[in-house]
C-alpha cells in the first residue's frame, strides 16, 4: 500500500510565560476548554487528557448555535515534560510541539501533516488562530 506523503505545516507562537505554566496551560483539560477554538461563535465544551506515551486525548470543538460539532484527539507517541509533545490523530496524520524558552517567555511550536479535505493556507490559519487563543489565554489568566 502506497502512503501519501503528506504536507507538514509549521506555525508558532511566542507565549509570555513560564514554561511550567504554559505547559499546564497547554495540556490541563480545564484550560483547554478556554482556548481550543478558531472562533468566537465556537467553544470547547468537552476535553479529556492523559499525557503519556500511549495515552489519549480529546477534546470537542463546537459551534455555540450547537449546529456542529466534532472531536479532535489522538494518541500521545511522545512526551517530555516542559519539552515535545507529539502524537497522533486518529485519521494517522502526526504532530509535533516543542516548547523552548525564550528570553522572558515560552516559543510554542506546532508542526501538523496537513488533511486533505482544505487547502493548506486554510489549515495554516485555523490552527494559529487556535495557537493565538492559547497564547491569549496563558497570558491574561
Do not use: C
Request: proline fraction near 4%; glycine fraction near 8%.
Amino acid at each position: 500500500m502506497e502512503t501519501k506523503k503528506r504536507t507538514a505545516i509549521t506555525i508558532e507562537a511566542l507565549v509570555q510565560a513560564p514554561v511550567e505554566k504554559v505547559w499546564e496551560y497547554y495540556n490541563e483539560p480545564e484550560h483547554i476548554k478556554q482556548w481550543a477554538f478558531a472562533s468566537d461563535d465556537w467553544h470547547a465544551p468537552a476535553s479529556s487528557n492523559d499525557l503519556r506515551p500511549g495515552g489519549k486525548f480529546s477534546t470537542t470543538m463546537a459551534a455555540k448555535d450547537g449546529s456542529f460539532s466534532f472531536d479532535f484527539g489522538g494518541i500521545y507517541s511522545e512526551v517530555e515534560q516542559h519539552k515535545l509533545i507529539a502524537y497522533e490523530m486518529g485519521d494517522g496524520r502526526k504532530v509535533k510541539v516543542t516548547f523552548a524558552p525564550e528570553g522572558n517567555g515560552v516559543k510554542v511550536v506546532q508542526t501538523f501533516d496537513a488533511e486533505d479535505q482544505n487547502p493548506v493556507e486554510m489549515q495554516r490559519e485555523g490552527w494559529q488562530t487556535i495557537l493565538n487563543n492559547f497564547k491569549k489565554h496563558t497570558e491574561t489568566k
